[in-house]
């Protein structure tokens, strides 16, 4: 599929949810780790909705604090090395404010995890099933025998061959892509209406990535499960999200629907992204456009925009001034003191 072909359907897709209500609400998450030398804030002042059903990618460069906004909505920062301000409310509830006995039922049974590494996250020295029928037994009241009916069938669902015998295969027995497709079946063990995505084909070969990717749009549409899925690559958004959301340096520069911000990007980062990509545009031999600079110091950010030092449009006013979250059109925003500046096309 093409990127043109995926932001029409993306966009109709996003219409779609539009009406629907908001699932999880995050409202101004600052997220500091406090274990170092230095404080780092990885996470500075982050509003996001999500809606039922609805998939939303985070994306941007490595240390833009995707996946930290991503695990603190689990809570599984260490609370002795971090400190996480503001709220995360799924369903009503606030992740933030919950005691250790309703966390532990909140994970798995509500909101839920696919890791960027299967082998890494999946325990080596128990089956693939014995660890998916733990999780099933940890929510459920159900026998052991019901539970592994259970583990059977999501193995079915997502496709693995052969299922019954790769439930009592190790991690370490099956391909990445296999073991993927178990850590999904593990993710939906029990049920959850929230499902978090951390890079989950960054391990894969690109034939496997597609497999993976739309294997995952094709649950969440049967499932109606709402996915916060954080990527750092444009393509695979684009395949599988309604929205999409731009990090950097600990901050969301831009938001709106996937078909908007391919099409109508308007922040310089997101613009300066999309340029980078290989697309049938370029000339075969050219030289990709690429952004000049460095991410800024997470422990030392500077005082105005965090992209100002790496921006072609900055003025002296952007390097003295945070800039302001613009709603562009009711479903598209940016934070931005440019963008009289980028209203053409990439």
Same mark, same amino acid.
């Given at each position: 599929?093409?990127?043109?072909?995926?932001?029409?359907?993306?966009?109709? &897709?996003?219409?779609?949810?539009?009406?629907?209500?908001? *699932?999880?609400?995050?409202?101004?998450?600052?997220?500091?780790?406090?274990?170092?030398?230095?404080?780092?804030?990885?996470?500075?002042?982050?509003?996001?909705? /999500?809606?039922?059903? &609805?998939?939303?990618?985070?994306?941007?460069?490595?240390?833009?604090?995707?996946?930290?906004?991503?695990?603190?909505?689990?809570?599984?920062?260490?609370?002795?090395?971090?400190?996480? +301000?503001?709220?995360?409310?799924?369903?009503?509830?606030?992740? /933030?404010?919950?005691?250790?006995?309703?966390?532990?039922?909140?994970?798995?049974? $509500?909101?839920?995890?696919?890791?960027?590494?299967?082998? =890494?996250? =999946?325990?080596?020295? *128990?089956? /693939?099933? +014995?660890?998916?029928?733990?999780?099933?037994?940890?929510? &459920?009241?159900?026998?052991?025998? +019901?539970?592994?009916?259970?583990?059977?069938?999501?193995?079915?669902?997502?496709?693995?061959?052969?299922?019954?015998?790769?439930?009592?295969? *190790?991690?370490? +027995? !099956?391909?990445?892509?296999?073991?993927?497709?178990?850590?999904?079946?593990?993710?939906?063990?029990?049920?959850?209406?929230?499902?978090?995505?951390?890079?989950?084909?960054?391990? =894969?070969?690109?034939?496997?990535?597609?497999?993976?990717?739309? @294997?995952?749009?094709?649950?969440?549409? &049967? =499932?109606? @499960?709402?996915?916060?899925?954080?990527?750092?690559?444009?393509?695979?958004?684009?395949?599988?999200?309604?929205?999409?959301?731009?990090? *950097?340096?600990?901050?969301?520069?831009?938001?709106?629907?996937?078909?908007?911000? !391919?099409?109508?990007?308007?922040?310089?980062?997101?613009?300066?992204?999309?340029?980078?990509?290989?697309?049938?545009?370029?000339?075969?031999?050219?030289?990709?456009?690429?952004?000049?600079?460095?991410?800024?110091? $997470?422990?030392?950010?500077?005082?105005? #925009?965090?992209?100002?030092?790496? #921006?072609?449009?900055?003025?002296?006013?952007?390097?003295?001034?945070?800039?302001?979250?613009?709603?562009?059109?009711?479903?598209?925003?940016?934070? #931005?003191?440019?963008?009289?500046?980028?209203?053409?096309?990439?």
């Amino acid at each position: 599929m093409s990127i043109s072909e995926a932001t029409t359907d993306a966009g109709t &897709e996003a219409r779609a949810v539009q009406t629907q209500e908001t *699932y999880v609400e995050i409202r101004n998450l600052s997220v500091t780790f406090t274990g170092g030398r230095k404080p780092v804030k990885a996470v500075s002042g982050v509003n996001l909705q /999500v809606k039922r059903g &609805e998939v939303v990618a985070l994306i941007g460069e490595s240390g833009s604090g995707k996946s930290v906004t991503l695990r603190s909505i689990l809570r599984l920062h260490n609370p002795a090395r971090s400190k996480l +301000e503001g709220q995360i409310l799924v369903g009503g509830q606030d992740v /933030v404010a919950m005691s250790t006995g309703t966390l532990s039922r909140f994970r798995g049974k $509500v909101a839920s995890m696919i890791f960027q590494e299967p082998l =890494l996250a =999946l325990d080596p020295v *128990y089956t /693939v099933g +014995e660890q998916i029928i733990e999780a099933i037994l940890r929510h &459920e009241s159900i026998s052991k025998a +019901e539970a592994r009916k259970r583990a059977l069938s999501l193995f079915e669902r997502v496709r693995i061959p052969s299922p019954e015998r790769r439930l009592d295969a *190790y991690p370490h +027995e !099956m391909s990445g892509g296999m073991r993927q497709r178990a850590m999904i079946s593990l993710a939906l063990a029990s049920g959850p209406q929230l499902l978090l995505a951390d890079e989950p084909t960054t391990a =894969l070969d690109a034939t496997v990535q597609i497999q993976i990717l739309l @294997l995952l749009r094709e649950l969440q549409r &049967e =499932l109606g @499960l709402s996915v916060i899925f954080v990527t750092h690559d444009l393509g695979a958004a684009v395949e599988v999200a309604d929205r999409i959301a731009v990090m *950097y340096a600990g901050r969301i520069v831009e938001e709106g629907s996937t078909r908007t911000l !391919m099409r109508s990007p308007r922040h310089p980062y997101t613009r300066a992204l999309l340029k980078s990509l290989a697309h049938g545009a370029v000339s075969k031999g050219s030289r990709l456009e690429t952004i000049p600079g460095s991410p800024p110091d $997470v422990t030392a950010l500077p005082p105005g #925009c965090v992209f100002a030092d790496r #921006c072609s449009l900055a003025i002296d006013t952007c390097r003295q001034t945070i800039p302001e979250i613009i709603m562009i059109t009711p479903e598209h925003s940016a934070r #931005c003191l440019r963008l009289d500046q980028t209203d053409q096309p990439v």
